[in-house]
């Protein structure tokens, strides 16, 4: 069987509370044993998940299998109050932000004790978008020192924002970036400045929420479809619908056309998708190993959507 055309990992937020359905203890044990199965082997969280729950969720489902066999992460910056009730992901009411020294390694301690591990092997800066100061003078020096103490593998930003991660690259060394969303058939916003920066200085990208929250998996029309985090507008579901159609023109599903244009280029090391039921997630890996016509990118340049090498 050929292997997917870049690495996967799994974002596991949905372990924390969201506005999407819950996801039981039973479910998840279910979802990360199968995710395991076909081999993957990087997961991600954050304590603003739940307020700490999706760490302590994943720790339970970490526990006993081999620490080296696995990369972990989590970030510093955003928080929440245990178990919070969410409205909006993105800025839900009583979320705060704390770039500072102390909080970031308080945060790194605490996420430690969660997860029932002695290290991170990456931990990330989480959405700094209006704080860039603020992490470059607190949290990325904090996360240095952990990491020359061996507590942190690696240091990066994770963020929604290509700029954002653009200024702290003006000012810092960063190891790894969790770019969310910014490179998909509805937002090339990361392929202009970003991807030649990381390029060019060999940081390597981890591709967060290439279906942009879902709505590049499941179609325009499905009830429960979503545009980073929200109900898409009447502008990008239409915008959808024409995409759609260009890629059942090539006989490609528009879920793997999303996949593909997002690994495809080559800043991108790995993609990191959402926590999903086993046939879900067999299905993503199984459009991953499908490499669609030259033509499909093609129809879509015509919609506007650049080759997603195009330029390189």
Not at 58 to 84: C, E, F, N
Not at 198 to 216: H, K, M, Q, T
Not at 271 to 281: A, D, I
Request: contains cysteine.
């Amino acid at each position: 069987m050929n292997p997917p055309v870049k690495p996967v990992g799994l974002g596991f937020g949905l372990l924390g509370t969201t506005n999407a359905a819950p996801i039981s203890d039973a479910e998840a044990e279910r979802m990360m044993a199968a995710a395991w199965d076909m081999g993957i082997r990087r997961f991600d969280t954050a304590p603003l998940y739940g307020g700490g729950l999706s760490e302590e969720r994943l720790g339970r489902l970490l526990r006993g299998l081999p620490r080296a066999d696995y990369m972990l992460s989590s970030k510093v910056g955003r928080y929440r109050d245990y178990a919070a009730a969410v409205s909006n992901p993105m800025d839900n009411p009583g979320d705060w932000r704390d770039y500072s020294r102390d909080a970031t390694l308080r945060a790194i301690e605490t996420s430690l004790s969660r997860l029932g591990t002695n290290r991170l092997d990456i931990a990330f800066v989480h959405d700094c978008d209006d704080n860039i100061d603020e992490a470059l003078e607190g949290a990325l020096p904090a996360l240095a020192d952990l990491k020359s103490q061996g507590v942190v593998g690696a240091i990066g930003c994770g963020s929604n924002v290509a700029a954002t991660h653009l200024a702290l690259l003006h000012h810092s060394d960063l190891d790894v970036l969790m770019v969310a969303g910014r490179f998909t058939l509805l937002d090339q916003t990361a392929a202009k400045d970003l991807f030649p920066m990381c390029l060019s200085r060999g940081i390597d990208v981890e591709l967060a929420a290439p279906f942009n929250s879902g709505i590049l998996a499941t179609g325009a029309d499905h009830p429960s479809t979503r545009f980073d985090y929200q109900q898409p507008g009447v502008e990008i579901r239409a915008r959808v619908r024409k995409i759609e159609a260009a890629c059942a023109a090539q006989g490609v599903s528009l879920k793997r056309a999303a996949l593909h244009y997002s690994a495809a280029h080559p800043a991108v090391t790995r993609l990191v998708l959402g926590l999903t039921e086993p046939t879900g997630l067999a299905s993503n890996l199984e459009d991953l190993r499908h490499i669609p016509p030259a033509d499909l990118w093609r129809n879509l340049d015509e919609l506007g959507i650049p080759a997603p090498t195009k330029g390189i």
